[in-house]
């Protein structure tokens, strides 16, 4: 197994209602919408695999659940930041897709269908609560942070989950979600939609 690590700031949105049933239910609960649509995306604040730095990039995971998580058949396509070069994609690939284990290995026997990886220049703002990423004309997404009544400038927090990017997760609307690529296709601005985000670190 490759010895690689990446840590960072990730966010998202789905088409589900806030708050996502699949977190509460340990990915048994059926979508809000019936499937499951979803953008993670990943800020590469530090990374290392073998020696290629991965540190400053980004890249997301577009997924679509056609039924409840647990029960497979998920597509998944990748976007990576087009400013990685040959090296840097191939180390993303891995880690994004698990077959160099981590915390994606776990999710990998879910997923019927790898749909291909794009390229595109990958923005990642982070202002307080708020979070938007932008992977040129793939996806869209913003969200806003639900603060905590208790803690001044924090939001509320779900713990323990079995999400693969983090057990802690911040609850979060989304703003707006724009997801057009590899047959996934969805658009909402209502507010009403759910989000996370969290800070990460990955181990292979």
Same mark, same amino acid.
């Given at each position: =197994? !490759? ?7 990730? %966010? ?6 806030? *708050?996502?049933?699949?977190? @509460? &239910? +340990? ?6 919408? @019936? #499937? ?5 995306? =990943?800020?590469?604040?530090?990374? #290392? $695999?073998?020696?290629? &730095? ?14 409840? %998580?647990?029960? @497979?058949?998920? $597509? ?8 990685? +070069? ?8 891995? *880690? ?7 915390? =994606? ?8 269908? %790898?749909?291909?990886?794009? $390229? ?16 040129? #004309?793939?996806?869209?997404? !913003? ?24 057990? $802690?997760?911040?609850?979060? +609307? !989304? ?13 909402? !601005? ?15």
């Amino acid at each position: =197994m !490759a010895n690689w690590y990446i840590e960072g700031q990730y %966010m998202e949105t789905c088409n589900c209602d806030f *708050i996502c049933p699949c977190i @509460g &239910s +340990n990915l048994t609960a059926r979508p809000t919408e @019936g #499937d499951c649509k979803a953008a993670i995306a =990943m800020r590469i604040d530090d990374g #290392d $695999k073998e020696g290629t &730095s991965l540190s400053g990039l980004a890249f997301l995971v577009l997924l679509h659940s056609p039924g409840p %998580m647990a029960e @497979g058949n998920i $597509k998944v396509g990748l976007i990576i930041d087009d400013k990685a +070069n040959e090296t840097q994609t191939q180390a993303i690939s891995e *880690i994004a897709s698990g077959t160099v284990g981590g915390p =994606m290995a776990a999710l990998a026997p879910l997923v019927g269908e %790898m749909a291909g990886v794009e $390229k595109r220049p990958i923005t990642f703002e982070t202002n307080g609560l708020n979070h938007t990423v932008k992977a040129g #004309d793939l996806v869209d997404q !913003a969200l806003v942070g639900v603060p905590s009544v208790s803690k001044e400038g924090e939001p509320i927090y779900l713990e323990n989950t079995a999400h693969p990017v983090s057990a $802690k997760l911040a609850l979060a +609307n !989304a703003s707006h979600s724009r997801f057009h690529a590899f047959g996934i296709d969805w658009e909402d !601005a209502s507010g009403l939609r759910n989000g996370h985000f969290a800070p990460f670190s990955w181990v292979g």
